[in-house]
């Protein structure tokens, strides 16, 4: 039991909170609201729990192991809520546009403050924050822009490609930094997983309703009920993603100087010369070697310790 507490607290928590508890909550509805009205079919009669424990039981046995499946499947999840996997080509252009819009609007009013108070004009310029600095980098969902703006901060603002670089960045950021990213991305998990869970409840709900039988007014509620929690659930995670931009903010901001120490470069004075250095480091890291990188690196490289100055001594030779 000891060894579990560790793990949780030690890595996976973000698993549990992110990913089975909300399964988990998923699953109690479906068991207490659509499972009675299929337990009457063949197939599920054999594998019902005969006592409550047993069913407690099954209902956690199935929570870790779908939690733990969805979140290896985070990513093309993700995807499709951004809009980039699944959309078809005409239908990522009209929500680009509709995006493309919405931004401009959002900035319309913030440029004619008359009428509105200081809360106001902040909530308009908190929406507007929800979108990528650049008009080039919009996605077509509120989701996938709201996450966009973060992923292209490093970019716009120092050149440095957190989407290429994002693991030598996180391990050379200070550690806090990189709890507060993990911390701030749970939430947003939290929210993805249980807008898929409440979809998969509604929808077999409503499929349960043709079985004989079946408790058709509960499974009707129900469907209702949840389906139109999931709009809700999908605001909540763009709301949640404020959290996680500061924190990827503050790795980007934090783990620049750490992450060019590694890399045995010196980070330049100047912004200009910092935004070359790290570009000429993305394409490092994408493009095959050549030896002009040598040359050009040379200004960003650390001098290596003078053996004449007292500070830095030469090592003694095996004689010594």
Known sequence: ?????????????????GWVLPTALNLAVFFLAVAPSLRRTAAIERVWPDSASQTALLLLCAAVLFGIVLNALQTPLYRILEGYLLWPRGAYERGCRRQRALKAKIADLITQPEGRTPVQRALLNEQLARYP???????PTRLGNAIRRFEEYGHNRFRLDTQVLWNELSAAAP??????VETARTSVDFFVALLYGHAVVAALALLAMTSSGAERPLLFVTAIVVGALVPLW????????DEWAAAVRAIVNLGRKPLADALGLVLPPQLSEERTMWQLVTRMSRRPYRDAADLAFAPYRAAPPDPTCPLHPPTPGPGA
């Open 1 to 17: 039991m000891g060894d579990i507490a560790k793990g949780v607290l030690g890595g996976g928590w973000a698993l549990v909170v």
């Open 133 to 139: 600095v650049d008009d080039e980098q919009l996605a």
């Open 175 to 180: 550690v806090q930094a990189r709890r507060q």
């Open 234 to 241: 999908y605001r909540c995670g763009v709301y949640a993603t």
